[in-house]
């Protein structure tokens, strides 16, 4: 691999790994409370989660773009064409992900688990953890997924990131630049390392899903 | 602020959920995502950024990485390319969002001059749009003037691939299809493509079609053998193409860094700058694939009137009113 490409790889999984990060901060309060709580409003809720799966990562970016302009309600913090951008729009575009899949993850584990924790002298606390520990695999599932959303993903890191060289140029916005110039390998060789890593973490996913 | 972000963060989980989550795990991820923030925000706070919004011709054939790296060389700033099509880079011009855009297209940018979006307009270099095809030319346009040749490509019904895109290249092909005359939109013959111009070459290559492109992004692809085209007519005043650099106007935007578009203004236009647009694309093409435009129009050469005619605004390269104090560049 040229040190060309090792240096858009590395800031690709950096880049989505923020992401993925920063949307747990609310992504799984969220969908702790969705997934353990009954109250009035959360079908809507889960619903409204499941409708956004299918956002168009350009409309997000579009959206993002004017508001992250210089012009727009957020340009005073100069966001527009960093990092930074990406990251904050790739953690918006995978919100909807972590929330169905880690919800649904947490409403899988039989609630008589946490009866039964409760019977043997488990506090509201302990039973809580003991469902999460239950939800993990499909916890993991969920994490993979929106990772590989995030980093397969070409609006959000065109729109708000620009494509610049050695700043915000990753892996998906490499493949379109190369297309246009005509430079294809370089298009392939990049495609081909998104490929394994989506692959890889994919597979790792349903090992643990396996168990 | 974040031992309160974290503090709060851990009372919402106690009051909604009854448990807490583990503090040690919330710190973990907070330090790893505000560190990784606020790394991605010192990667360039503090430099000297310039944003330079392009037309896709310029960045596709590799100039401004060419370019980039000269200035880099000479006065350690880096520019940030955005490469989009002359109509966007307007736009993001008026937003505010770059420093300098380059430009080929005098009409849209005289209308961006007008509304004061941009300033200190320079002509940089010229080179010619070509109309290229399949090599059997079953329209018959070989060597015909442009407007005769898209006259016979109309009525003989072979495709046309046009950009659609509001790009430079596509208003160019407005006006030529104007100039003869010709409504070709909604025509059975008549594709848009709405992509680059790399793309736009590779689908008329499929479709054994006609289209209009720049030189560069031309000679680059039927170089890598991506497309199989014939030039078929290559030069002509109707086929001139110009480009220009202009600064965002701070008056309009307070943000955009004036001072560094000037600077950067000051070097296409210099000597340093104009050799290097020529030399570029000759080691690998054999030929420059845009040529400084500078020297020339001090001159009275035919290419020369050529470009006055068709790229200067009111009699000059930047009406004063529009210089934005910058007369040294004009002398």
């Given amino acids: ?211 | 602020m974040i031992v309160n972000l974290i503090k709060f963060i851990k009372l919402m989980c106690l009051r909604l959920l009854g448990f807490q989550v583990k503090k040690s795990a919330l710190v973990a991820i907070s330090l790893i995502v505000v560190v990784s923030l606020s790394v991605s925000l010192g990667a360039f706070r503090g430099q000297n950024r310039l944003i330079v919004s392009t037309t896709t011709s310029l960045y596709d054939t590799g100039l401004l990485d060419f370019i980039a790296e000269r200035y880099f060389q000479l006065y350690h700033i880096k520019l940030d390319f955005i490469a989009a099509g002359t109509g966007q880079a307007l736009e993001h011009a008026r937003r505010g969002d770059a420093d300098v855009v380059l430009t080929h297209s005098p009409s849209l940018e005289r209308q961006f001059l007008t509304e004061r979006v941009v300033g200190v307009r320079k002509i940089i270099a010229y080179n010619f749009f070509i109309i290229v095809g399949p090599g059997e030319d079953p329209a018959g346009i070989r060597g015909l003037p442009p407007v005769r040749a898209l006259t016979k490509i109309a009525t003989s019904g072979v495709t046309w691939i046009s950009r659609g895109d509001n790009s430079g290249t596509h208003l160019k092909e407005k006006s030529l299809w104007e100039k003869a005359g010709i409504q070709p939109a909604g025509q059975a013959w008549y594709i848009e493509s709405g992509t680059g111009m790399g793309p736009t070459l590779q689908i008329a290559n499929e479709k054994g079609a006609y289209t209009l492109t720049d030189t560069g992004t031309y000679l680059k692809y039927q170089k890598e053998g991506l497309i199989n085209l014939a030039p078929l007519i290559e030069s002509g005043e109707d086929l001139l193409n110009v480009y220009s650099v202009m600064a965002v106007n701070p008056e309009e935007n307070r943000q955009v860094n004036f001072s560094g578009a000037v600077a950067f203004i000051a070097f296409l236009t210099s000597e340093e700058g104009q050799k290097t647009i020529e030399d570029f694309g000759k080691e690998e093409f054999g030929v420059s694939l845009f040529n400084p435009a500078v020297q020339l129009l001090r001159t009275d050469s035919a290419v020369a009137e050529w470009i006055r005619d068709y790229a200067f605004i009111e009699n000059g390269e930047c009406p004063p009113e529009y210089r934005l104090g910058q007369e040294g560049l004009y002398q």
């Fill in chain 1, 1 to 211: 691999m040229s040190e060309q490409l090792l240096d858009i790889v590395l800031r690709s999984l950096w880049i989505s790994g923020t992401a993925l990060l920063l949307s747990l901060l609310w992504s799984l309060p969220l969908a702790l409370i969705l997934g353990l709580r009954r109250f009035r409003g959360r079908n809507t809720i889960i619903s409204f989660f499941n409708a956004m799966l299918g956002v168009p990562t350009v409309a997000l970016g579009l959206f993002l773009y004017l508001l992250f302009s210089r012009r727009g309600a957020l340009g005073a913090f100069s966001l527009l064409y960093t990092p930074t951008a990406i990251m904050i729009g790739q953690a918006i575009l995978i919100t909807p992900i972590l929330i169905s899949l880690l919800t649904s993850a947490i409403e899988a584990v039989d609630p008589r688990i946490r009866d039964l924790a409760r019977t043997l002298g488990a506090s509201e606390r302990q039973a809580s953890l003991t469902i999460l520990r239950e939800a993990r695999k499909g916890s993991i599932l969920a994490g993979v997924s929106a990772f590989n959303r995030a980093i397969a993903e070409l609006g959000i890191a065109l729109m708000l990131g620009g494509n610049i060289e050695g700043l915000t140029r990753v892996m998906t916005t490499q493949i379109a630049l190369g297309v246009n110039r005509g430079e294809i390998i370089l298009s392939l060789e990049a495609t081909l390392v998104l490929l394994a890593i989506v692959f890889t973490l994919t597979l790792i996913a349903n090992r643990f899903r396996g168990d």
